[in-house]
Nanobody, 124 residues
């Protein structure tokens, strides 16, 4: 079993930055691919960014490329999402995710473990 705790959300103006962090515990989390998904009101949960178990490969949704950066520190069992140039349409609850695999997926149905979510609100 893996436990994930998200943090770092908040209210920011358009163009601003936030850094989300996910602390993982339980089984050997360094063996898991991890990532971030988000869900806006009335919308389906969607892929934002993922990272392979060793951190060598990262994947991003087109709408965040060049603005968001995912990283992980396996020594600390953390995964971070640095979000820059935020837009009002980035407003959502952001969820940390972990996969029972060293390779991630962009499908939320493939996620095996979820964090509790952290609210990000971007004002115009």
């Amino acid at each position: 079993q893996v436990q994930l705790v998200d943090s770092g959300g908040g209210l920011v103006q358009a163009g601003g930055s936030l850094r989300l962090s996910c602390a993982a515990s339980g089984r050997t989390v360094s063996a898991y691919a991890m990532g971030w998904f988000r869900q806006a009101p009335g919308k389906e949960r969607e892929f934002v960014a993922t990272i392979t178990w060793g951190g060598r490969y990262t994947y991003y949704a087109d709408f965040v490329k060049g603005r968001f950066t995912i990283s992980r520190d396996n020594a600390k069992n953390t995964v971070d999402l640095q979000m820059n140039s935020l837009k009002p349409e980035d407003t959502a609850v952001y969820y940390c995710a972990a996969f029972d695999s060293p390779v991630p997926s962009a499908s939320y149905t493939s996620v095996n473990y979820w964090g509790q979510g952290t609210q990000v609100t971007v004002s115009s």
